[in-house]
């Protein structure tokens, strides 16, 4: 079980907007640690997607965006495409644990 | 253009050990901590193990503390994990990541490149 909590699953039709969702608590995401996602499309390696809760890296479409609310945070990408099927992961740090920790992963699926 | 190239994998017995190597190129390897990652056959993201930059501190998950060793030689642009003791529920696929922060705080690590990774196998 990982320290934070995604839905193994989410879908949307092309254009639409989708959002996953990653639940942490006081010594992680709720501490003011920042979360960072990934995106993992099918036997890739992970690729970063936004760092530092709402920032992202250079090339990254602007479709992708980060947010982060108390112990919570949120990536949402809107316009869907088909080439966004993908697993996406949350990260971030835990005290009690002292290390880095990822969520469980989110599949996406472009319906 | 930064590239990260693991190599070491393979099967291995229970209780037995393995080193894998990670070689670095695009950046100035000595100024940025580096971080094993692995990925179990069907399986979420695990962090394994950092080693700062310059600051020479090395963290550990839980999971394989005392098992594992992190090390690095910047003058090979090289970054190794020593994997002793291994267990079954050690099999996966290992990917050497690159921390984009900056800081030799592991509470600031996000990883902004990562290798194509290499898979460990551990069964009798």
């Known amino acids: 079980q990982s320290v934070l909590t995604q839905p193994p699953s989410v879908s949307g039709a092309p254009g639409q907007r989708v959002t996953i969702s990653c639940t942490g608590s006081?010594?992680?995401?709720?501490?003011?640690?920042?979360v960072h996602w990934y995106q993992q499309l099918p036997e890739t390696a992970p690729k970063l997607l936004i760092y530092?809760?709402?920032n992202r890296p250079s090339g990254v479409p602007d479709r992708f965006s980060g947010s982060k609310s108390g112990t919570s945070a949120s990536l949402a990408i809107t316009g869907l495409q088909a080439e966004d099927e993908a697993d996406y992961y949350c990260?971030?740090?835990?005290?009690?644990?002292?290390?880095?920790?990822f969520g469980g992963g989110t599949k996406l699926t472009v319906l | 253009e930064v590239q990260l190239l693991e190599s070491g994998g393979g099967l291995v017995q229970p209780g037995g050990s393995l080193r894998l190597s990670c070689v670095a190129s695009?950046?100035?390897?000595?100024?940025?901590?580096m971080s094993w990652v692995r990925q179990a056959p069907g399986k979420g993201l695990e962090w394994v193990s950092a080693?700062?930059?310059?600051?020479?501190?090395?963290y550990y998950a839980e999971s394989v503390k005392g098992r594992f060793t992190i090390s690095r030689d910047d003058s090979k642009n090289t970054l190794y994990l020593q994997m002793n003791s291994l267990r079954a529920e050690d099999t996966a696929v290992y990917y050497c990541?690159?921390?984009?922060?900056?800081?030799?705080?592991?509470?600031?690590?996000?990883?902004?490149?990562w290798g194509q990774g290499t898979l460990v196998t551990v069964s009798s």
């Open positions: 006081s010594p992680n995401i709720g501490a003011g640690y920042d």
């Open positions: 080693f700062s930059g310059s600051a020479g501190r090395t």
């Open positions: 990260q971030s740090y835990d005290s009690t644990l002292s290390g880095v920790v």
């Open positions: 530092g809760n709402n």
């Open positions: 990541a690159k921390d984009g922060s900056g800081s030799y705080a592991a509470r600031k690590y996000y990883f902004d490149y």
């Open positions: 695009g950046f100035t390897f000595s100024l940025y901590a």
